[in-house]
């Protein structure tokens, strides 16, 4: 349920910016020079979209604005995530850790994870005021679009959220 939330939280950027890099990429495995590409690629192409669905450029402009907070938020986001796998990770290999000092990794992650979810939420809405309801269907409708072309293994775009 969390990942459901999380994922239609932060569709205006993962639909685009987690499927704009013409590669897969296992969850956190991504090099540091490639990541940042991946991010800047998918930025880009968000601003694109924005630009051509946005009618009024100086909106258009702030609703760019926005997207760079989001993809900062994600940024800093997978990076808390990265390193609660790796306190997992270790905790795991130490013979006497104990069920509470997972439990203390896990729920920090828990609470890092809806923090994120929250200020992309509120990032969301803000976003979302500078826009027309044509703009904002318009755009999520060509955000859905060009995600399923990058969707692997699936039978076609998705249809709802």
Request: include cysteine; glycine fraction near 10%.
């Amino acid at each position: 349920m969390r990942r459901m939330q999380w994922v239609a939280l932060s569709f205006a950027s993962l639909l685009v910016l987690g499927g704009c890099s013409g590669h897969h990429h296992h969850h956190g495995m991504m090099e540091g020079g490639k990541s940042d590409a991946y991010w800047q690629k998918g930025q880009q192409d968000m601003a694109g979209l924005i630009d051509r669905t946005v009618k009024d450029p100086e909106k258009a402009k702030q609703v760019n604005a926005i997207v760079g907070e989001i993809v900062a938020e994600l940024k800093a986001g997978r990076e808390r995530e990265r390193t609660a796998h790796r306190q997992l990770y270790a905790l795991n290999a130490n013979y006497a850790a104990t069920p509470e000092e997972f439990t203390k990794v896990m729920d920090e992650a828990n609470n890092q994870r809806m923090g994120t979810s929250s200020k992309i939420l509120g990032l969301r809405f803000k976003m979302k005021d500078l826009m027309t309801a044509d703009e904002w269907k318009a755009l999520s409708d060509k955000m859905l679009l060009y995600s399923s072309r990058y969707q692997h293994g699936s039978e076609g775009p998705k249809t709802g959220y």
